[in-house]
């Protein structure tokens, strides 16, 4: 991956805003604003008061069912990929596809309707794709390296801690490029019930009472907590995985 | 050092050495000659005790193999270097594992000459370098055994023949006993004061060579045990290829 530079940003941004232009104009509908009018109700809802505390809301939910299925499928993962039996990963492939909305009346049953249930329906989400991707990654792994640890004495930790570990790093980024788009947009269906606060009830919201301009306020306010994710990520794997960054 | 009667192991049905026997003193070297798929990476595995003979006995110091014997270290025809590791973590990794200080990876580096690319990567270096860095690895844990798996296979000749004097001038140093596996009889020779060769697999001892020349590659004794080493393996090749 080539370094980023500022104007790489502008020249992404300036396609996206020609693009949408282009779409607006020539659907020509209420249902879909100008970018001018979207943006003006973006500044509006988002320069204090509740919009910022739609948007603090939803990225505390994204932010802990992240971490939450990092803590939960990263060992799992790794425990498929390296030494998991056949019916672990049976099981793994049956339940991914499942379309985890699904059980949102027995979540909602189970864990009522607060936080708890929607960080909960984040997690379940997003939980395989994390699961999945680390244990390809653990997987991979080569023998060569494990029998060089090994031969230096090393233990079954050793090589968990030299080999594993750091060669799973990489693709434990990937999971979470994967997992913070996808847990942004599951916001949307989260937040659907019982929450005053949250992107997702704000676009949800202006939906029902036709303030398109604000709805696309709030996809808007998605696609930067979705992008910062990115940003935040891409530093971190640099930082952490410092033998990857110089390969490139 | 070591000692091995009728050593023989099997992978499933494929048998990959038969009755390999041989003793090698303490501070001597031995050289493994053969055609690929005789059998000589099984046999190094052995004797680092990371697998177990089928048949036979083999002992290393009198005792039977054992992977976590301190005084023994593979080096592997890959170098087994660990990419997200730089230079110095890699040397010191063996001492890290064993819960040893680090500086001695450190003194292991400057040994063998490469000390300032401490901070570089694996995939920074080429060839040579990163097998001395696989070679100071092994020197920091201070073996008294020291096992190679082709070590210089992947080496340029110039280089090759640079690594060869490393190899030879720390054995001048430690005294470290040596088994050195090469599919190259100049190698074998210049290097191993035993040179056994093995036959196409099953892999089984067809030459047993003493070596007076080690350490000369000008002399005439050289030259002739290079043809008779050469000849033992044509032969084995013939009678079991």
Known sequence: MARRHWYHYAIALAIM????EALALSLHTPAFPRL?????????????????????????????????????????????????????????YLLHPIPKVVFLPVIIVVMGIGDTSKIFLITLVILFQVV???????????????????????????????????????????????????????????????????LGSLVWDAWSMRQYGLMFAGVMAMALMGFGFYVLLDWAERVICPWADSQR | MIRAESVGYSYKETVALRDVSFALPAGQTL??????GCGKTTLLSLIAGL?????????????????????????????????????????????????????????????????ELGDRWPHQLSGGQRQRVAIARSLALDPDLLLM??????????????????????WQRHGTTMVLVTHSITEAVYLGHQIMVLSPRPGQVVGHFQNPSVGDR?????HELVNNVRDALEKGVAQHG
Request: no cysteine; glycine share 12%.
């Open chain 2, 149 to 170: 798996d082709e070590p210089f296979s992947a080496l340029d000749a110039l280089t090759r023949e640079e690594m060869q004097d490393t190899l030879l001038s720390i």
């Open chain 2, 31 to 36: 050289a493994v000659v053969g055609p690929s």
């Open chain 1, 132 to 198: 999945v991707t680390v244990r390809d990654a653990a997987a991979g792994v080569g023998q060569g390296l494990i029998r060089s640890v090994k031969s230096l004495g090393g233990s079954e930790w050793h090589i968990f801690r030299h080999v594993i570990l750091p060669a799973s790093l990489p693709g434990i980024f990937t999971a979470l490029r994967l997992v913070t788009g996808t847990a942004v947009a599951v916001l949307f269906f989260a937040e659907t019930y019982a929450t005053k606060y949250g």
């Open chain 1, 17 to 20: 805003a020609a693009g949408w």
């Open chain 2, 51 to 115: 697998l177990e003979p089928a048949t036979g006995r083999l002992t290393v110091a009198g005792q039977p193999i054992n992977p976590r014997r301190p005084g023994t270290s593979l080096i592997m025809q890959d170098y087994g270097l660990l990419p997200w590791k730089t230079v110095r973590e890699n040397a010191a990794l063996g001492l890290i594992i064993r819960g040893l200080p680090r500086d001695r990876a450190d003194q292991a580096l400057a040994e063998i000459g490469i000390r």
């Open chain 2, 218 to 222: 000008r002399s005439r004794a050289y």
């Open chain 1, 36 to 92: 001018a009018e979207a943006t003006r109700a973006f500044v509006e809802a988002f320069s204090g008061g509740p919009g910022l505390q739609h948007f603090y809301t939803s990225l505390y939910r994204v932010t802990l069912s992240t971490v939450i299925s990092l803590v939960v499928g990263i060992p799992w993962g790794l425990y498929l990929g390296r030494s998991g039996g056949p019916i672990g990963n049976v099981l793994v």
